[in-house]
């Protein structure tokens, strides 16, 4: 049976968490297929369980899992804890680390109802924005060889290598053939030897994709796109150190976290909500379940292969935010916001209804 290790961790997590295993468990019902469910500790969450972040069990459960579905971690409790024992690194990022995660994809959708909670101005955003970034993770100016620093100066190296590339590119060429089939590769192939590589190497890549459209644009180019023609992006293939700029701009975009799920590809697949534990809003039933709802979709799709399930749940989210429901991040009115669970039902008996 498909196992899942199921991590909601601290804060909204376990709240937002629930909605999304609602919504699996309708998919479940109407695929006439069961998921196998192993819970687990990280985080804050395991601290107070074990004494430390990401446990021997934890460990367990995700490496004979065939994805991971994650909450989120950390809060002011565990904040004066030393940085390796804390929730952030001793939990996530070392559970990254132990998947070996070399992609990380984000897709981003301002939604046509809610164009009046994003940043940009009407006009910037009324063709629509729904687009995915793909970021090269484990490679780059983050991990190059030689670094360091001293009185005097302070250096990294930014190193990209044939094969790197080639797995990257691919990941986005195929993500790009189920979407509208353009890839914007963005680099400094101008200024950086790093990038004159990676840039040879995609467009070799793109070979292998006839149907697929390759354009590249240099970073800063592309940061000043982002807030000025945001419609013209599908797909954007990057670094690890552009994309983790170019991913946190076009988060903000859709106006809330809430709304942001991510997949991050590796030995195996991890899924979580762009955002975190909201402390501010933890244990209050008012957080926005859509982000990790949409994670659920992207674990459907890209680790069982259910693309047009996904494409449901996608639609359901859509259509109860068409019918004007808002959890209190997106809503102009928070008198009239529904709660975290009732969101959740909503998404769920919408799903029901256009199965
Ligand atoms: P955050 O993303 O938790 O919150 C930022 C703002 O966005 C808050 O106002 C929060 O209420 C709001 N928000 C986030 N998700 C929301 C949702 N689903 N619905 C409604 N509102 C939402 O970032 P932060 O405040 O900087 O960090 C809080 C804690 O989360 C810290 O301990 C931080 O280290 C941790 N964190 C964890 C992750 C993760 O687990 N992946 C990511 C970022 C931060």
Redesign the pocket.
């Known amino acids: 049976m498909t196992k899942i290790a199921i991590l909601p961790?601290d804060?909204?997590g376990p709240e937002?968490v629930r909605e999304a295993l609602k919504v699996l468990e309708i998919v479940e019902k109407k695929m006439e297929k069961k998921f196998e469910k192993v819970f687990g500790y990280i985080g804050g969450d395991a601290i107070d369980k074990f004494g430390e972040p990401l446990p021997e069990e934890t460990k367990k459960i995700c490496l004979e899992a065939d994805a991971i579905f994650l909450g989120?971690?950390?809060?002011p409790k565990w904040d004066d804890l030393p940085p390796q024992k804390r929730p952030?690194i001793g939990g996530?990022l070392a559970l990254r680390k132990m998947l070996n995660l070399y992609a990380n994809i984000r897709p981003i959708r301002v939604y046509k109802s809610l164009v009046t909670i994003s940043p940009l101005k009407e006009e910037v955003i009324r063709d629509g924005v729904d687009l995915v970034t793909v970021r090269e993770l484990s490679y780059g100016v983050y991990y190059g060889e030689p670094r360091g620093i001293d009185e005097e100066k302070g250096f990294d190296t930014m190193i990209y290598d044939r094969k790197t590339v080639e797995r990257i590119a691919r990941t986005a060429f195929k993500i790009a053939r189920s979407r509208r089939k353009k890839v914007t590769s963005v680099d400094k192939a101008n200024v950086l030897y790093s990038s004159m590589l990676w840039r040879k190497v995609v467009s070799e890549v793109a070979v292998e994709y006839p149907d697929v459209e390759l354009s590249h644009m240099y970073v800063d180019n592309a940061a000043m796109q982002l807030v000025l023609k945001p419609s013209q992006f599908d797909v954007i293939l990057t670094t690890n150190m552009f994309g983790d700029i170019i991913s946190d701009e076009s988060a903000a975009l859709p106006g809330?976290?809430?709304l942001l799920p991510s997949a991050s590809f590796g030995d195996k697949n991890l899924y979580?909500?762009a955002?975190?534990?909201?402390?501010?809003?933890a244990g209050k039933n008012v957080?926005?379940p859509i982000?990790q709802i949409l994670s659920l979709a992207m674990m459907l799709e890209y680790s069982f292969g259910m693309a047009e399930v996904a494409r449901k749940i996608e639609r359901a989210v859509e259509m109860v935010i068409d019918e004007g429901y808002r959890?209190k991040?997106i809503a102009d009115d928070p008198e009239k916001a529904v709660s975290t669970s009732r969101m959740g039902d909503l998404i769920c008996r919408k799903l029901e209804e256009i199965w």
């Open positions: 961790g804060g909204i937002v989120s971690v950390g809060g952030e996530l809330s976290l809430g979580e909500p955002g975190g534990s909201a402390p501010d809003i957080a926005n982000a959890t991040d």
